[in-house]
């Protein structure tokens, strides 16, 4: 089973279908649950994705996990979507070496523009629940713009991708727990070095419904996305069109 996978978090609770791994962290009792804690699917029935979308996890085609974590540093953990999406990238860049992975601000990656992975993160008291789903293979509910790791050139299994995914996170999170000022400062340098945004000009979809285009430019200390139009504009939220490279 999951025998690699297992060995990289304190405990995983798996599940061969589940409606949606952040739900069942959510729902659990997580006091008796340790930092680090991993829910995995193979695959889910309501998937979440942000502002009520759906993440769809067809049988055998995806990997869902979602981690309970217990940031000792409240005021970063906004960083820790990012974090993981460095942590994708670094796996994706492993198992398909020749597929240039992406980072999308905020919280996707992407194959050649189209989406193999997103992230979805939700504070609860103290604690944040951290889901992300990668594409293993191609699915047929999935929209046109989504990939999977076999359309890279990998066909590794679940477990395999899994294991180094938490193991890639898990060293980010150690240094993130012990001195969280590097970690966001590397977080931050590992995302300028592999984003699809910065140096684009792109469209800027708020959810207030306002529109800004401009050049991406930056993040800031925070995780803000930097846009150059007639201004210099600081977005905390945003749906990220990019309208060319
Ligand atoms: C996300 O939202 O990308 C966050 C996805 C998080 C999924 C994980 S799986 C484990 C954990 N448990 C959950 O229930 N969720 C988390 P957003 O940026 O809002 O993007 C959602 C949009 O991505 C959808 O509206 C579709 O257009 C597209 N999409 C849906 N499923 C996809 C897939 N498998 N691959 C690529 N794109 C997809």
Redesign the pocket.
């Known amino acids: 089973m999951l025998t690699k996978s297992q060995l990289a978090v304190p405990r995983l609770d798996f599940f061969e279908s589940i409606d949606?791994?952040?739900?069942a962290l959510e729902r659990a009792d997580r006091s008796v649950l340790d930092d680090f804690s991993a829910f995995v699917?193979a695959s889910?029935t309501?998937?979440?994705?942000?502002?009520g979308?759906?993440?769809?996890?067809e049988p055998g085609s995806?990997i869902?996990?979602?981690l309970l974590l217990r940031p000792k540093t409240q005021e970063q953990k906004g960083w820790l979507t990012l974090m993981m999406a460095t942590a994708v990238r670094a796996t994706i860049a492993l198992f398909a070496a020749d597929s240039n992975p992406k980072i999308k601000w905020p919280?996707?990656v992407l194959v050649g523009e189209k989406?193999?992975s997103?992230?979805?993160a939700k504070a609860v008291g103290g604690d944040v629940i951290l889901?992300?789903?990668l594409?293993l293979k191609k699915?047929a509910e999935?929209?046109e713009?989504?990939?999977a790791l076999e359309e890279a050139g990998s066909v590794a299994s679940f477990d395999d991708v899994l294991s180094e995914l938490l193991t890639q996170f898990r060293a980010r999170y150690a240094k993130f727990q012990s001195d969280a000022t590097w970690a966001v400062a590397n977080t931050a340098e590992e995302f300028r070095q592999h984003s699809s945004t910065l140096g684009t000009e792109v469209m800027a979809l708020l959810p207030s419904g306002e529109q800004i285009r401009g050049t991406a430019i930056d993040i800031d200390a925070s995780g803000n996305l930097i846009i150059q139009a007639d201004a210099k504009h600081v977005i905390s939220a945003a749906?990220i069109i990019h309208l060319r490279n």
Request: glycine share 12%.
């Open positions: 949606s791994t952040n739900l699917a889910q309501a998937g979440q994705g942000r502002l979308r759906t993440w769809v996890s995806s869902s996990l979602s919280n996707d989406k193999i997103g992230i979805l889901g992300v789903g594409n699915q999935a929209p713009n989504a990939t749906d």
